[in-house]
């Protein structure tokens, strides 16, 4: 499985990017996926979550508020909008699926597939 990350970039404070992620698997839809950041000398945490099925979703709550997770199912795409942006959020950011279909996407140990990252820099 491969996870294609884009959209990040540099922005200023208060700005808005949204982050898409294509995914090569053929079962798309029967997996959590979400977004997961690391920023330079931090682990990496998760940011969002999306169910499989009924498209449940989790935020931080950092971004809550802030940021909002979907997902097209005909389009094997994962996406993050992310509003409001603050120089707290710079970090690279990376989509993932989680581990086995029937696992929820709760932390990087329920990683089955990493995406490549994205870079995002909120300027001030």
């Known amino acids: 499985v491969q996870l294609q990350a884009s959209g990040g970039g540099v922005v200023q404070a208060g700005d808005s990017l949204r982050l898409s992620c294509a995914s090569s698997?053929?079962?798309?839809?029967?997996?959590?996926m979400g977004w997961f950041r690391q920023a330079p000398g931090k682990e990496r945490e998760l940011v969002a979550s999306?169910?499989?099925?009924?498209?449940?979703?989790y935020y931080s709550d950092s971004v809550k508020g802030r940021f909002t997770i979907s997902r097209d199912n005909a389009k094997n795409t994962v996406y993050l909008q992310m509003n409001s942006l603050k120089p707290e959020d710079t970090a690279v950011y990376y989509c993932?699926?989680?581990?086995?279909?029937?696992?929820?996407?709760?932390?990087?140990?329920?990683?089955?597939?990493w995406g490549r990252g994205t870079q995002v820099t909120v300027s001030s």
């Open positions: 999306i169910s499989r099925g009924d498209s449940n979703t």
């Open positions: 993932a699926q989680a581990r086995y279909s029937s696992w929820s996407l709760s932390g990087t140990d329920r990683v089955g597939y």
């Open positions: 698997e053929r079962t798309f839809s029967v997996y959590d």
